[in-house]
């Protein structure tokens, strides 16, 4: 009951619900954002980012099922600034799923894309480096 994913600023408990569907949507987040710095030196064509598009969609469509079942009780018994701490958390595959809606819809390109595949990298880099700190630190 104590352990790493009780938090007592979230006293119900589709909370245990809400954290790991949050943990997995970083999850997504972080592979999505390295395999866009994996292919962002070379020229994907429309039908293999829409794939990956629709396995993404289903994919969050799926974790997502039992979140969506309790989020009018979470939504009730938070304040928004609460839901977005909770969110925050998340922020890879936000990242992630903008740039590969604008990829799709063509508001940028994946040359334009490689162009900042530094940044890219430092985008996709982070959530590995935080969760390899948490390894060592013992978190």
């Known amino acids: 009951m104590f352990g790493s994913s009780y938090d007592p600023r979230f006293p119900i408990p589709e909370m245990g619900t809400a954290n790991k569907y949050i943990n997995r949507l970083g999850w997504l987040g972080s592979k ?64 992630a799923i903008v740039i590969i809606s604008g990829l799709l819809v063509q508001a940028f390109t994946w040359q334009q894309l490689g162009e900042f595949k530094a940044a890219l990298l430092c985008l996709a880099a982070i959530p590995f480096a935080s969760s390899i700190l948490k390894t060592l630190l013992g978190d």
């Open 32 to 95: 999505l954002l390295a395999l866009c710095w994996a292919l962002s030196t070379i020229n994907v064509s429309m039908s293999v980012l829409v794939g990956i598009g629709v396995t993404a969609a289903l994919y969050l469509a799926y974790i997502g099922t039992d979140y969506r079942r309790a989020f009018p009780r979470i939504m009730a018994s938070h304040t928004k600034a609460s839901l977005l701490r909770l969110f925050v958390k998340a922020w890879p595959a936000f990242v």
